[in-house]
C-alpha cells in the first residue's frame, strides 16, 4: 500500500528545501489538511501561511517567482480551480510563472468533504491552460517523483494530490518522463484509459472483466497535459472498445475523453477508430456528503467512516 500523496507530497519537498532554499510552501489556512505543516516545521523560514486568501496566495507565489524562487502552493483543489481560477489563468499561466500547484481532496476518493470542498471537474479546468502542466500521479514513488521533476523544471505545474493511500503502481527507482503513458496490463478486447490514483481502481475492474472472460488492457496517463497521444492511439488500435474511468462527470467533457479524443484525431489515418466509447464517470449533479455512490466503494482504502448518499 502507498503512502498518502499528500503525506509524500510534504516529506518530498523537505527534503529539496534541505539542499534548495529557494523552494517555499503557501498555505492558505489548510496545512494540517495538506500535510503542509509539516514542512512548515521542518523549514519555518521557507514556509508562509497566508490564510484563507486563495487569490492573495496564487499573486504572491508570482511575485516570488519572479524573485528567483519555486513557490509551492498549498490548498484543496476545488480553491485552486474555482476560486482562484482567474489568478492561476492570469498571473501564472498566461505568464508562464515558475508557480507549482500542490491541489489537495480532488476527486471522487475524497468525496466525504461534500459538495463545497470538493472537485471533479479540476484537471478539465486546468488542462485547458495553455502552458500548464497538469500531473496526476497513481502512487506514492510517482508523487515523489513528479514533485522533484515539477520542483527541477521552469514553468507552471498543477499536481493533483488524493488524502489517502492506495496500492502501489510503479516501481521503486521510476522516473517521470512528462508526457508518457505507462501499460499496466496488456488486453485484447478492451482498453481502459485511467489517470490518478483511479489507476489503481481501474486495474482491479481488469481482474473483474477477466473473470467475466473479457481481455481489458489498462493505460495509465500520469501526465494529462503533454500527453502522449500517439502512444494512446497505438495502444487502442485493433481493440473494439476504449473507455476511460475517471473521477468526472459522464455528461460533461472529461480530461480523459479530451484526451482519448485526442489520440483518436492522430489515428484516424494510421488505424480504425474504436467504436463504441465507454464513458463511465459520476452524474451530473452536485456530489454530496458520502462521494458518488452509497458505499465505500468511491475509496475502498478510505480510512473515513462512510456516509449515505442523500441525493
Given amino acids: ?28 489556512d489548510l496545512a494540517t489538511s495538506t500535510r503542509a505543516d509539516k514542512f512548515a516545521r521542518a523549514h519555518p523560514g521557507s514556509f508562509y501561511e497566508m490564510g484563507i486568501a486563495e487569490q492573495g496566495m496564487v499573486g504572491t507565489a ?11 502552493l498549498s490548498s484543496f483543489a476545488v480553491f485552486f480551480s474555482h476560486r482562484a481560477v ?3 489563468r492570469m498571473a501564472v499561466a ?23 470542498h470538493l472537485d471533479i471537474q479540476d484537471l478539465t479546468i486546468m488542462r485547458a491552460m495553455p502552458g500548464m502542466t497538469v500531473l496526476a500521479p497513481g502512487d506514492a514513488v510517482e508523487c515523489a517523483a513528479m514533485v522533484r521533476w515539477a520542483t527541477a523544471t521552469p514553468g507552471p505545474v498543477y499536481l493533483r494530490l488524493g488524502r489517502e493511500g492506495g496500492p502501489d503502481l510503479v516501481p521503486v527507482g521510476y ?4 508526457g508518457r503513458v505507462l501499460r499496466l496490463r496488456a488486453g485484447s478486447d478492451v482498453l481502459l484509459v485511467s489517470t490518478g490514483q483511479q489507476s489503481a481502481r ?14 481489458a488492457a489498462v493505460l495509465h496517463v500520469p501526465c494529462l497535459k503533454p500527453v502522449d497521444a500517439d502512444a494512446i492511439a497505438s495502444a487502442a488500435a485493433g481493440l473494439t472498445k476504449v473507455s476511460r474511468p475517471s473521477a468526472s462527470i459522464a455528461q460533461t467533457p472529461s480530461p480523459m475523453l479530451s484526451v482519448i479524443e485526442e489520440s483518436r484525431s492522430r489515428s484516424r489515418r494510421r488505424a480504425p477508430r474504436p467504436e463504441p466509447r465507454v464513458r463511465p464517470g459520476a452524474p451530473r449533479s452536485w456530489n454530496a456528503p458520502g462521494g458518488c455512490c452509497r458505499s465505500r466503494s468511491a475509496n475502498p482504502w478510505s480510512t473515513h467512516p462512510a456516509k449515505p448518499w442523500c441525493g
Fill in 62 to 72: 508570482v511575485g516570488l517567482a519572479t524573485m528567483g524562487f519555486v513557490p509551492w
Fill in 94 to 116: 498566461q505568464t508562464h510563472a515558475n508557480v507549482k500547484i500542490g491541489a489537495a481532496y480532488a476527486g471522487v476518493q475524497t468525496g466525504f468533504t461534500g459538495k463545497t
Fill in 175 to 178: 522516473e517521470f518522463v512528462p
Fill in 202 to 215: 481501474t486495474l482491479a475492474a481488469a481482474g473483474r472483466l477477466a473473470a467475466d472472460g473479457i481481455d
Fill in 86 to 88: 482567474d489568478q492561476v
Fill in 1 to 28: 500500500m502507498t503512502a498518502p500523496l499528500r503525506d509524500v507530497w510534504a516529506d518530498t519537498l523537505i527534503e529539496l528545501a534541505d539542499r534548495d532554499p529557494r523552494v517555499l510552501v503557501l498555505d492558505a
